[in-house]
């Protein structure tokens, strides 16, 4: 296998399989995507997030400052951030908290790296796309129904809870 192909195969696998191994404050913390049950738990904290992303120009996040752009949005919900970081490496919020600089960093950073896709999606169809209601509802059916594990169901719940979205 050629080593574009081995980069291929290792990028789907980091998508279908996003959950990362790192040591924080001299433990190993497993950092998971979110799971549906967990997504509509929290939906509180992600919509403001999504909403955010959303509003954000292309430029803004696909350029060389997108890094800094997407640490300013997620600094600027730092309650909601904290929150699903714990949820995601299965500790307290408090935990958190305390962590000092660096290992809080990293620990944000691996968790953007694997939650990114959700709110990336989710960007790319409440966002500033063009798309109807309508045909964002049909690409969310669309890129689910076509095994996107990045798109969850939940997607359409939060169209319509945080009002981005009025049918589908």
Aim: glycine share 6%; charged share 20%.
């Amino acid at each position: 296998m050629s080593r574009p192909e081995q980069a291929a195969e290792a990028s789907e696998l980091d998508v279908l399989f996003p959950d990362r191994e790192i040591r924080v404050a001299g433990q190993t913390v497993t950092v998971r995507e979110l799971r549906f049950a967990e997504q509509l738990r929290h939906h509180h904290q992600l919509a403001p997030l999504a909403a955010a992303l959303a509003e954000a120009e292309p430029t803004e996040l696909g350029g060389l400052d997108s890094v800094n752009r997407i640490y300013d949005l997620l600094a600027a919900h730092e309650e909601q951030v904290i929150a699903l970081v714990a949820v995601c490496c299965d500790r307290d919020e408090a935990w958190v908290r305390e962590l000092p600089a660096a290992d809080g960093e990293n620990l944000l950073l691996t968790w953007w790296g694997v939650n990114s896709g959700f709110f990336m999606v989710l960007r790319g169809i409440v966002g500033k796309s063009g798309l109807t209601d309508r045909e964002a509802g049909k690409l969310a059916v669309a890129k689910h129904t076509n095994a996107c594990p990045l798109l969850s169901p939940c997607i359409l719940l939060i169209l319509l809870l945080s009002g981005q979205a009025t049918t589908l």
